[in-house]
């Protein structure tokens, strides 16, 4: 999925005039269906959680980013370099979180499709190779995880440069960017967990294991 969205063009002045003049076209993000139901993450994960984090949580998301975009490509064109730098931590913040929620979607699947099925192939071998074997790594995931103070997520990183699997974290709605590729993320924010577990956010680190879709990762490790 590519975060940038803004297209310069130019275009010919209506006058009729030989005079080039640039105009910013926002591309909008959307929303992505789901490729399951709702309920389909039963009991890892509670159909209301689902509905909730899914149609409200990141179309805000989606919307705020789009509203950013906007006033950026607005800034960009009048040349407002001031204005640009001040609405980077909403495209950061928005931009991430739909990003992060796109890719955990992905990373989920209902237990008949797949879902809590260990990996394979390569990305076995691999975690195998950096952890010992699937079971070691999901502890050093659950820790990580647990970890977090605040809210934030946990990753299954590829570093581009090594080939090495990572296990990071990161706060707030940070994306995965730079010399990492991600390849599994979790959600460690209360909206993700609360409704169903409420302070028991263990419990929801060790279900959400049976609904992890690995085929996903194991598609974004070949890359
Ligand atoms: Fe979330």
């Not at 800034?75 to 990003?99: C, E, M, N, R």
């Amino acid at each position: 999925m590519s975060f940038s969205r803004l297209a310069i063009r130019p275009i010919v002045a209506a006058s009729g005039s030989r005079r080039l003049a640039t105009s910013a076209v926002v591309v909008k993000h959307k929303l992505p269906d789901l490729p399951y139901d709702y309920a389909a993450l039963e009991p890892s994960i509670s159909a209301k959680i689902m509905e909730l984090h899914h149609s409200k949580h990141h179309q805000t998301y989606v919307n705020s980013l789009n509203e950013a975009e906007e006033k950026y490509a607005a800034a960009l064109h009048a040349g407002d370099v001031t204005a640009q730098i001040a609405l980077q931590p909403a495209l950061k913040f928005h931009g991430g979180g739909h990003l992060n929620h796109s890719l955990f979607w992905e990373n989920l699947a209902p237990k008949s499709s797949g879902g809590g099925t260990p990996p394979g192939g390569a990305l076995a071998k691999a975690i195998d190779a950096t952890w010992g074997d699937y079971g070691a790594f999901k502890k050093v995931v659950n820790a990580s995880l647990a970890g977090i103070q605040g809210s934030g997520w946990s990753w299954l990183v590829k570093d581009k440069e090594t080939g090495q699997l990572q296990v990071i974290t990161l706060p707030n709605q940070d994306p995965v960017t730079g010399k990492y590729v991600p390849l599994l993320g979790i959600d460690a924010w209360e909206h993700a967990y609360y409704l169903q577990y409420q302070n028991r956010k263990a419990e929801y680190f060790g279900a959400i294991w049976d609904v992890i879709n690995w085929k996903a990762a194991e598609g974004r490790f070949k890359v």
